[in-house]
């Protein structure tokens, strides 16, 4: 009884550190992005404090021509977030901070603190 009181324990003081060390995700934001573009335009959301991507470094969200799509995220309070689109198949027309994050941009951030971006318009 005595071990597995010990045992019990240490799993305990584990488990505590272990979740005071994971960031907290504790709000939402949703990113309501339209392409006016003839063609389909590819996007992905990247934090700006942190190495972080949405829906992640090896996916796109996708939107048709004419799409409207809204991209619900869950992220840090306060955090940053940037959007970055281009032309699928074409990563030299682009909106935002553009693939990989590579652009400055001006308007193309927001925080994370519940709610939704007002329609970001992807126009040609």
């Known amino acids: 009884m005595h071990r597995f ?14 979740g005071l060390a994971a960031p907290a995700l504790a709000e939402e934001v949703t990113f309501v992005m339209n392409n006016h573009h003839p063609n389909a335009v590819e996007v992905q959301l990247y934090s700006d404090s942190r190495d972080h991507v949405w829906p992640n470094a090896d996916e796109v969200y996708l939107l048709d021509d004419g799409e409207t799509k809204t991209m619900k995220l869950e992220c840090e309070d306060g955090e940053q977030i940037c959007y970055g689109a281009w032309l699928s198949g074409d990563q030299s027309t682009f909106w935002g901070v ?27």
């Open 5 to 18: 009181s010990r045992f019990a324990r240490a799993a305990l003081a584990l488990w505590l550190v272990a």
């Open 98 to 124: 553009g693939p990989g994050k590579t652009q400055d941009c001006d308007n193309c951030c927001y925080s994370c603190r519940g709610g939704a971006t007002e329609q970001i318009n992807l126009v040609p």
